[in-house]
């Protein structure tokens, strides 16, 4: 699918997930959530034909940002020429170490409208950085933010709202309809700021074993957790951490998750 482009760009590309940003409500709305502060260092993922670049970089004046389309490095280049200091970042986001990155300075301030079709491994990739990252203010598909924040027993939680509540301090901020896009999508979209918490304040002991049980109890999550974390946790670990080894995944609170997790095994 594409459609008409603004002046200077080209069509817009499906497989780069590219839906760009025209509503002004909405793009102030955005950077009024970001709000950023002199001394931040604010990045922002796909700035596609800048609708939030170009408004951010006038408020803060400077700007990383993280492009994989060539064909929108020369033109997003020439039009942040005269509005402040645009450092682009020509690469997929998914290779880029944030760590690396903010360098020892001030944690990075994660801004973007995602590309939906990676917006899952994005996420993940930004966690395993967390210790770099302040907050992160991601426009995603309703129904993945709808996930992110589910709470225990409601039919969305799953892995990823275990996995990023666990980190991060999850605030769904505003949903934004397809008409706000250029072109649309087939679906509704919604504002999302996560805060990560201090890699040391999670009470998550192994952060790889941690992923590894919420994957296996969420991945035949019609079983009990006694059949499905086996060859993980024997039933007596999780008997032992407090918790029904007949009981399923979408039932048990996050906290739950963490102390089982932390609760030696014998499996
Ligand atoms: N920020 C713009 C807006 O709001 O109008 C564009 C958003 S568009 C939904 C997603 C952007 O992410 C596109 O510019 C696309 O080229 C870029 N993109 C897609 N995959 C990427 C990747 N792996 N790494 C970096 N950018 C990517």
Redesign the pocket.
Known sequence: MSTSPAPGFGRA?KA??????HESAYIDRIIDAVAPRPDDRVV??????G???LPLLRRHGALTV????RD?IAPLTHAASTVGALEIIH????EVDFTALAGGGPRLRLV?????N?SSPILFHALEHAGAITDMHF?LQKEVVERMAAPPGSKTYGRLSVMLQASCIVVPLFTVPPGAFRPPPKVDSAVVRLAPKPPGETGIDDPARFAAVVRAAFGQRRKTLRNALSGLCDEATISAAGIDPQSRAEQLPVQDFIRLANTPSAA
């Open positions: 590309k780069l997930g590219q839906h760009f940003l922002e993922i796909g700035p596609g034909q609708a939030l670049t993280i492009e994989f389309d929108l690469r997929d986001v998914l973007g409208n995602l590309p939906y990676i426009m």
